[in-house]
């Protein structure tokens, strides 16, 4: 009612959003990441999402992080170097707004795996390989 | 004639309908106890960070190091060469 939660997902979302970045993963061979949580008063969404970005170190180059702030009501969707050769501004871009459309009618496990599926997909069908 | 106490009659005319009020009242709001977490918009989100598939996820590396998957062979190297670590980074924001 007073929307005071202690966890954003239940155990079923969670396990689901968990497989969904795994599979995506291994299909595309970049590092897909969710952050869901609040940023600090003292820093804007995307300086936030792109320092937890440096968080992966070695590996940021290849991660691909969502990051959902529902407070400020901001999805930042951060690619690292080597990501962002395959997700353009563009694709990026179109997956935000796939997420946020669902994020308005309160579906935010929802929104963040088709924003992913559509992120995957992208990759997949533009791999030389298929 | 059967006298009915003081007592009584407000047993029937107030404590009746207000135990029915009460009872309607909590059948309304009973479903949403047991249902799960869930963002509304608009109202306060206060609910702990959660990053899934983040830095300190132990089993990550093993996947990310591998060499058979060759999505990004072509980008890689002259990427990863030229700029650090999280150096350049691309995506897009939104708002809702």
């Known amino acids: 009612?007073?929307?005071?939660?202690?966890?954003?997902?239940?155990?079923?979302?969670?396990?689901e959003l968990g497989r969904l970045v795994d599979r995506a993963r291994e299909e595309t061979g970049l590092t897909f990441s969710v952050f869901v949580g609040t940023t600090p008063d003292d820093a804007k969404p995307r300086e936030e999402a792109t320092r937890l970005l440096g968080e992966f170190g070695d590996e940021a180059p290849r991660v691909v992080l969502v990051y959902v702030d529902p407070n400020a009501r901001a999805l930042e969707i951060v690619t690292g170097s080597v990501a962002s050769g395959w997700l353009d501004e563009r694709t990026c871009g179109f997956a935000a707004v796939t997420m946020t459309s669902s994020f308005a009618l309160g579906d935010l496990p929802g929104g963040i795996q088709r924003g992913i599926e559509q992120l995957v997909g992208h990759i997949t069908n533009f791999r030389p390989e298929h | 004639m059967e006298t009915v106490s003081t007592l009584q009659t407000l047993g029937l005319f107030v404590g009746v309908p207000a135990a029915a009020f009460v009872i309607i009242a909590v059948l309304c709001v009973a479903p949403s106890w047991g249902r799960d977490p869930r963002y509304r918009p608009g109202l306060t989100w206060t609910a702990d960070p959660t990053w899934i598939g983040g830095p300190e996820d132990a089993e990550r590396p093993a996947v990310a190091a591998d060499p058979s998957r060759p999505a990004l062979s072509g980008v890689g190297a002259e990427a990863e060469a030229e700029e650090p670590?999280?150096?350049?980074?691309?995506?897009?924001?939104?708002?809702?």
């Open chain 1, 1 to 15: 009612m007073n929307g005071n939660l202690s966890r954003a997902f239940t155990d079923q979302q969670e396990y």
């Open chain 2, 85 to 96: 670590a999280a150096s350049r980074t691309g995506g897009a924001s939104a708002s809702w």
